[in-house]
T-cell receptor, first 112, second 116 residues
Framework: GIQVEQSPPDLILQEGANSTLRCNFSDSVNNLQWFHQNPWGQLINLFYIPSGTKQNGRLSATTVATERYSLLYISSSQTTDSGVYFCAVGTDRGSTLGRLYFGRGTQLTVWP | GAVVSQHPSRVICKSGTSVKIECRSLDFQATTMFWYRQFPKQSLMLMATSNEGSKATYEQGVEKDKFLINHASLTLSTLTVTSAHPEDSSFYIC????????????FGDGTRLSIL
């Protein structure tokens, strides 16, 4: 399967700071999603971004598919941004089409 | 946007009980549904893939007789944990995708299973 590595594993910020989360993957993909898992376990879909750049409010993401990485930018962080951020990728090859391979996540803590 | 509903959100039951978890796609036809398991402070691990009308495909190490999966329609998949034991306690999450694999997957809110 595809290996997905996320960095950093932990990130502690003061409210208002900016941050960049990285996701490296080991093979070409046709699906890449960023999720925020809140303290109740809900996976909130932030971006579907197999390539290119997208922005949604204070969040933006860029995927450089040819170099097999994606970046998630959080600007002016708020305490409600705290939680685990997962990157997940999928491919059109292999025995299980459509399945997502998850990274280990980045635990973000934002202090007031 | 697309919505996946998962029920129940939390189950607490005695050892030996069988527990059924439902995953429904509310506004699209889910050709494929996926079941994940997540232990505390860990990532999501795929347990099985179910396609409507066919047998589920289980990941290596997942007991198919312990975790029964049924995908009877394009909007409903169920996971039954049979004769649950404390080691089955975990967070179970389903996801659904449409006809084309290069589309985003949509996730349910998860089920927290606690076996006493």
């Amino acid at each position: 399967g595809i290996q997905v590595e996320q960095s950093p594993p932990d990130l502690i910020l003061q409210e208002g700071a900016n941050s960049t989360l990285r996701c490296n993957f080991s093979d070409s993909v046709n699906n890449l999603q960023w999720f925020h898992q809140n303290p109740w376990g809900q996976l909130i879909n932030l971006f579907y971004i197999p390539s290119g750049t997208k922005q949604n409010g204070r969040l933006s993401a860029t995927t450089v598919a040819t170099e097999r990485y994606s970046l998630l930018y959080i600007s002016s962080s708020q305490t409600t941004d705290s939680g685990v951020y997962f990157c997940a990728v999928g491919t059109d090859r292999g025995s299980t089409l459509g399945r997502l391979y998850f990274g280990r996540g980045t635990q973000l803590t934002v202090w007031p | 946007g697309a919505v996946v509903s998962q029920h129940p959100s939390r189950v607490i039951c005695k050892s030996g009980t069988s527990v059924k978890i439902e995953c429904r796609s509310l506004d699209f036809q889910a050709t494929t549904m996926f079941w994940y398991r997540q232990f505390p402070k860990q990532s999501l691990m795929l347990m099985a893939t179910s396609n409507e009308g066919s047998k589920a495909t289980y990941e290596q190490g997942v007991e198919k007789d312990k975790f029964l999966i049924n995908h009877a329609s394009l909007t409903l998949s169920t996971l039954t944990v049979t004769s649950a034991h404390p080691e089955d306690s975990s967070f179970y999450i389903c996801s659904a995708s449409g006809e084309y694999y290069n589309q985003p997957q949509h996730f349910g809110d998860g089920t927290r299973l606690s076996i006493l």
